[in-house]
């Protein structure tokens, strides 16, 4: 039998930058959906994202992301494996963003034992409150997937997580 693993669940991003916001919608969706569930939203600013991860065993980071990939394209890595962290989750409208905050962890050894980034390929950074189509579909996308991980993580003798009443 599994054990509950203490997890946090953090959307990143800049809800008046059309697509950057993405990662606070999923972050809204998945609130609405496990309202039991630990989940944040930040502007993504590195050192606030070492603080958020710190008293956490499994996160979960959901940012937009900036590569040559159609819009919508959602990717799931684990990052603690990964240095340095690929190229979309380096562009970022946040001035230090997740790759910086996963640098800093790693020199401060404050890095959660599991650390996952859901990006969503955006198609619009300019100045907005809208996502584009195609990241509204993906945002759904994640939100189930987000969903499955969590659930798939409950403690099967009381059917509901540790610690929660």
């Known amino acids: ?17 059309c697509d950057d916001g993405v990662g606070l919608c999923v972050a ?18 590195a050192t606030a994202l070492v603080d958020l991860w710190a008293d956490a065993e499994r996160v979960m980071v959901i940012d937009a992301t900036v590569s040559d990939a159609p819009a919508g394209t959602v990717r799931r890595l684990d990052l603690l494996a990964m240095d340095p962290i690929p190229v979309g989750f380096r562009s970022s409208s946040h001035t230090f963003g997740l ?14 034992c599991s650390l996952v980034a859901y990006g969503i390929e955006a198609r619009d950074l300019s100045y907005g409150q809208s996502l584009s189509t195609p990241v509204v579909n993906a945002s759904d996308q994640v939100c189930d997937l987000l969903c499955a991980e969590i659930l798939a993580d409950r403690n099967p003798d009381n059917d509901r997580p540790t610690g929660q009443a």
């Not at 039998?1 to 930058?17: D, K, S, T």
């Not at 790759?99 to 959660?112: D, E, F, I, Q």
């Open 1 to 17: 039998m599994r054990a509950w693993r203490p997890f946090r669940v953090i959307g990143l991003g800049n809800a008046y930058r």
């Open 28 to 45: 809204r969706s998945l609130r609405r959906r496990l309202p039991w569930a630990d989940v944040i939203e930040t502007s993504g600013e």
């Open 99 to 112: 790759a910086h905050a996963v640098a800093l962890g790693r020199a401060l050894r404050r890095l959660p």
